[in-house]
């Protein structure tokens, strides 16, 4: 998806979080700040939150025959994400709206359930977000992954180093972030090189 489309959908998330039941907008602001998968989303629970970071260690997703399954991350490894100031905001509705429906924070529940405390399927992140596209506008072809895209294009645009960003989005390597992510970075480079060439030698 071309980066100016993405950057479309990031600037209509807007800066508030709605009244009342959070979940689905901080969900939509947890994938784009951090990167994570949806079914590390699914997975993340009370105990996972420090002061400074977010503790990714395993994913939620059904199997066909099995149901619904947790288990490790993708590449299998635990890594920890940076807690920005904005994130602390989106954890700290989240973390209100729990207290004033559940009564406490539960170290081992979910951050993300449905408005009656139930856990959602990983299908109904899904379902939170085209809703939300569908009230935006946006095309049927955009999906739960374009806000994670989003999020590793704008780190790398931004500098951010491979291996930094390979570490923050749980890839083993930078090899599949080079193939999927740096075309932006790689299309703007073509364009300034090709601009020195023609300065340089005016044909």
Not at 94 to 120: C, K, M, Y
């Amino acid at each position: 998806m071309p980066a100016k489309v993405e950057k479309k959908v990031a600037s209509r998330m807007g800066t508030n979080i709605s009244v009342g039941w959070v979940a689905p907008s901080c969900a939509r602001y947890t994938m784009m700040l951090t990167g994570m998968r949806r079914g590390e989303l699914c997975a993340l629970r009370w105990k996972d939150i420090r002061r400074e970071c977010i503790v990714v260690s395993r994913s939620r997703g059904r199997v066909r025959g099995a149901g619904l399954l947790e288990g490790p991350t993708k590449n299998g490894k635990p890594r920890l994400i940076a807690v920005s100031r904005t994130m602390s905001g989106v954890l700290d509705a989240l973390r209100q709206w729990h207290l004033e429906t559940q009564g406490e924070i539960i170290e081992d529940a979910l951050l993300f359930v449905n408005e009656n405390g139930s856990s959602p399927d990983p299908a109904t992140f899904t379902h939170w977000l085209r809703r939300f596209y569908d009230r935006n506008g946006f095309s049927r072809e955009f999906h739960v992954h374009t806000l994670r895209h989003y999020a590793i294009t704008t780190m790398l645009a931004e500098g951010i180093s491979k291996q930094t960003v390979a570490g923050i989005a749980g890839h083993a390597s930078t090899d599949f972030l080079e193939r999927t992510y740096c075309h932006p970075q790689m299309e703007s480079r073509m364009l300034a090189a090709q601009r020195l060439s023609n300065v340089l030698f005016p044909s």
